[in-house]
């Protein structure tokens, strides 16, 4: 039998964690299909379960002293319906675009990005938001960046023992944050691709700052330093062109039920001029 | 188990479950509340769509601890805000037929109520954003949109005597689909019922041995570990008659990953505990014969005894002498698996019958005459023995015509001596149930140089999975169909059913002719490329129509009216033609195009006797009850049969109570299936009803058109005469029967193989991301010949969501087998992905029908796909001749 935990205070899931290997449940929108996809062909077996639901105090978004700290509890909706500034843009479209309503109203943006699904919709605006992931366990609590955070395909650098208690968000002063994807139907659709981009500018138009990351082109999301690089100084209304195959070489994109490999690195160009040409 | 503590639809309740259960589990098996429905169990089809503190959510994701506190409503509430907010829901979709077969009307009408609680005048923007977590795959989504946009809902007036054909009435059954109280197969089942898991193979092909079965029943403490030695009858269904190759549970060789092996039997705990890979199961894995390429070569191993060559069976039509000509056209295609995608899972439940001697089944099917043959074949008992009651079902398409859970449960309740239940799992249902053929074909045509059609072949390898199932039906069926509704004068095709290693592939709304009319289609707008004239002109000029001969040599003499359709589509098309130029000429990457195809289909089955046969009483209590064995997946056959029966006996509806599709009470009226029910059962259930008037007319030697009125046991026939049905000596009883006229075909495929056809065409357009490969259908327009619209409402609630299923045939639907079973890989059409549609219907009435009825259900899917296809060539100049059009395939190929 599956034990169920579902603590209310802070310390009791600490210390559940550390005495047990649980599998921490959120909103349970990725951890309940998985179970039903093992159990259709005969492994009805289960972790017990340490459900972080009714902890207190972590479905809020709040302003810091560095910027804004994302509760780990923090739902889709809740981020879409925040009051946030255009640097939040791309997470808001991120999010509009998960699952349906339904998905939005319960998956949280903390456990998207510990699935660390190569298709994980938030985890691209997370890295170019430059998020740090802050982490706590009975040892004490540590601060990963996002990007050190995900260590591989869906695997972490969380310790068995830690839960993620937020996502901190830095200032960016003047920056636009976006997002594109690009899937097969409307609504409820896994990621090809995708790509999110926050950018500043000067008074002038130039690009001071930008950090523009891929998703479903890698095990892992990743960061487009190259590209990052070549838009500094560019004038934010010819940003598109800046965009060259080059700037792809680190990707390696498979072939799967979705899409081939070679398109995705043709989508992945496309996407990313898409999201420059955005409004600044 | 923990008690739960919470608010449910108004009412504080408490319910001891397990925390990690989902909600809808508690929720249904628990708490009784059966309104919410499982498709999926993974969040991808909201139908367990519930309010969670207001805000939509699936149950089957949230763990029912989570409920603890929390303000739960379902579709079962009635107080309040949302009561009073789901009551004008339900009423505007029942006024527009927004609920077909109903299994996701509970997820539409919670999703709808959130939002109509935040925003009580949305647009259709806002009402698709809030309903696109609910899959429909029976609406095409387009009158659940127009039902939650009508604030003031208006039911139609019920019709007065003899006007019921041609009203568009709310279903008849409508009501308990909108306020959760109607009864699919896991709705329901004895208190007692044990429980049913099938154990399945992971494999395409092997062999297996079994160890120490009662060690393995006791350690998991199951009441029973069924194998093939438990089958007390014949171990084998299918349905061709002289043909039954599958087994219920395998005796040793598995043909397919998810052949049934063994039936687990006991508490739900208990079967749902075992882990496969902890019985005493020993696989031998073989090679596996993928696709019909591998299964068709030279050195294939054969995979059944009676089918060398892994052909089962080839089917052909031959007429004239085709040649080249001054246009010539050719073309290779292929079609995916694609699966039916019902949103409810195969359930339902057997009980033996209190004598000992007969069993029950309570399940979800479209054929439960069929169903009872092979159940008591399965039994080895008569077929008396054998009750089908079938549940209402959450949607077939073809996919629940051949036994699923029958004949296990069965097994398992004669077994055990004790009810016993099953609901599938969605993976199950897609690993283990039928699947539209996946089609490989080879098709030529030629035109003369004014344009007309001089010569078709059709060569095409039909996958036809693990077992017949359907097969022989497609083989037949595609080779009188192939060459699209047009008078062509010589022609060669051949289509062929062939064995291999993957799923079962049987009847989905067309039986492989939507697949012929993709490869057709195709080859049509080439030669009016080749010719330089428009794809309608050349469309209209081959047009078959009354007084034509069809390629079996049968000779159309009514009801053909495609010429009809074209006409009324002419305007629009021109009206696209010039929105794609005007677009076209400043838009160099987002391409619009339109596109068109055309289509027949035969309704009954191919050259066979299909007979129908209804019951009409009207006892002495004044009581009138149409006994009526059609079995309404959703399309309406309830409600259309007692409209014409209501016109035909000159009694209102209103007056009029129904005995379903139960093998015990009903007579037979055959499958739901091959558009057959409003023309075959339509024609019994007319005879019906005049057979009955005929009898009261005589009883009053009263004329042909004395005008009845029934009130109380008070029979008023014409001005003079009342009869007291009181004090007659006998209830008064009616029967009809209809077998539609059919001959046999002779070795070329000539004769007579349907009594008649349905016609249609439609036009699309759609918007091609050019740098993407990604294609948005905009509109589609769709003219029809339904002979007569018995139900207007319903025939457009057939027609959209044909379009819907095409659409999703022609752009996203792919099964493959061991990658996408589930509906998150597995994509079918959202409310986001449907077009706005709009219906031409042609009513050219066909003599042999109901009131000029025929068939509607199958027509509307086949031009659909070919409409879409002809519009991306028109958009990026590239010709599709593979489906699903994934954007990777369509990006490859424009490149
Ligand atoms: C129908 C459907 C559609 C979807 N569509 C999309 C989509 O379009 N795009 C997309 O990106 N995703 C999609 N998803 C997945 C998305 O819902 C999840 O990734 C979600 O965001 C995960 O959040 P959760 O709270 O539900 O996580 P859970 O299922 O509760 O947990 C997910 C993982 O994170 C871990 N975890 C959660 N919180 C913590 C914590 N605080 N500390 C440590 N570990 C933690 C869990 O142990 C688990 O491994 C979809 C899911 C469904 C069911
Ligand atoms: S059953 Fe919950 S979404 Fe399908
Ligand atoms: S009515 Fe929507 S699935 Fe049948």
Known sequence: MTAYHRPTRLEDALAIRAGADVA???????????????????????????????????????????????????????????????????LKAAAREVGGRQVQNRATLVGNMVTASPAGDGIPILLALDASVEIISRRGARRVAVAEFLTGYRTTALAADELVLALHVPRLHGGQGGFRKLGARHYLVISIAMTAGVIATDSAGRITSARIALGACSAVAQRLPALEAALIGVARAQATQVVQPHHLQSISPIDDIRASAAYRRDAALVLLRDLLEARA | MIDIAFTLNGTPCTVAAPPFAPLSDTLRERLGLTGTKEGCNAGDCGACTVLVDGAQACACLIPSAQAQGAEVQTVEATQGEVGAVLARLRAAFLAHGAAQCG????????????????????????????????????????????????????????????????????????????????????????????????????????????GDLEAARREWRLDAILTADDVPGLNAFGIMPALKDQPVLSDGLVRFRGEAVLGLVGTREAVMAVRDSALPITWHPLPALHGTAEASAA??????????????????????????????????????????????????????????????VFACTQAPYMDREETARVLGVAEELVRIRPSACGGGFGGKLDVSVQPLLAVAASKLNRPIRIVYSRAESMASTTKRHPASITARMSADAEGRF??????????????????????????????????????????????????PAGAFRGFGVPQAAIATESLVDDLAEQLGLDRWEIRRRNAIGRGDTTHSGQVLHASAGLPECLDALKPEWEAMLARVAAHNATSPRERLGAGIACMWYGCGNTSMSNPSRMKLTLSRDGTL??????????????????????????????????VLGDTSRTYDAGKTSASRQTFVSGRAAMETGLALRRRILALANAGEDAVLALEGTQLRVGAARVIDLATLDADLEAEGRYDPPTTALDENGQGTPYATYGFAAQIALVSVDTALGVTRVKRIVAAQDVGRAVNPTLVLGQIHGGIAQGLGLALMEEFIPGRTENLHDYLIPTAGDVPEIAVHLIEDPEPEGPYGAKGVGEPALVPTAPAILSAIRHATGVTMRQVPVLPHRLWEQMR
């Open chain 1, 24 to 90: 921490v449940l959120a909103g349970g929108t990725d951890i309940f299909p998985a179970r039903t996809a093992r159990a259709a062909w005969g492994d009805p077996t289960h972790k017990d379960v340490l459900d972080i639901s009714a902890l207190p105090g972590l479905r809020e978004i709040s302003e810091t002293d560095e910027g804004w700290r994302i509760g780990c509890l923090v739902t889709w909706s809740t981020l879409i319906g925040a009051a946030l500034p255009p640097l939040f843009d791309g």
């Open chain 2, 103 to 210: 299994i996701c009307s509970p997820g539409m009408l919670m999703a709808a109520t959130d939002l109509l609680l935040r925003n009580a005048a949305p647009d259709r923007a806002a009402v698709r954003d809030a309903l696109g977590g609910v899959l429909c795959r029976c609406t095409g989504y387009a009158k659940v949109l127009d039902a939650v946009l009508d604030a003031a809902p208006q039911a139609a007036p019920a019709p007065e005597a003899g006007k019921a054909v041609g009203a568009g009435i709310a279903r008849l059954d409508g009501v308990a689909k909108l306020d959760g109280t109607d009864r699919f197969g896991a709705d329901e089942a004895p208190a007692d019922a044990l429980w049913l898991r099938v154990v399945r193979s992971p494999h395409a092909s092997a062999r297996f041995t079994l």
């Open chain 2, 299 to 360: 050195e294939a191993p054969q995979l059944h005894a009676h089918a060398p060559g892994n052909l089962l069976i080839e089917g052909k039509l031959n007429r004239g002498t085709p040649a080249r000509d001054i246009a010539n056209a050719e073309g290779r295609f292929t079609t995916a698996f694609v699966e039916h995608a019902y949103i409810e899972p195969e359930a339902g439940y057997a009980q033996p019958a209190p004598d000992g001697l007969g069993m029950e």
């Open chain 2, 454 to 503: 001089t010569s078709y072949e059709f060569d095409a390898d039909f996958n036809t999975g693990a077992y017949a199932s359907w097969g022989a039906t497609v083989a037949n069926r595609v080779p009188v169909h192939a060459g699209g509704p047009y008078r062509i004068p010589n022609l060669r095709n051949r289509a062929r059913a062939i064995y291999t290693n993957d799923t």
């Open chain 2, 625 to 658: 009850t149409l006994f009526n064995g059609a079995v309404d997946i959703g399309q309406g056959s309830t409600t259309v049969m007692a409209q014409i029966c209501a016109d035909a006996l000159g009694l209102p509806l209103q007056n009029f109570r129904f």
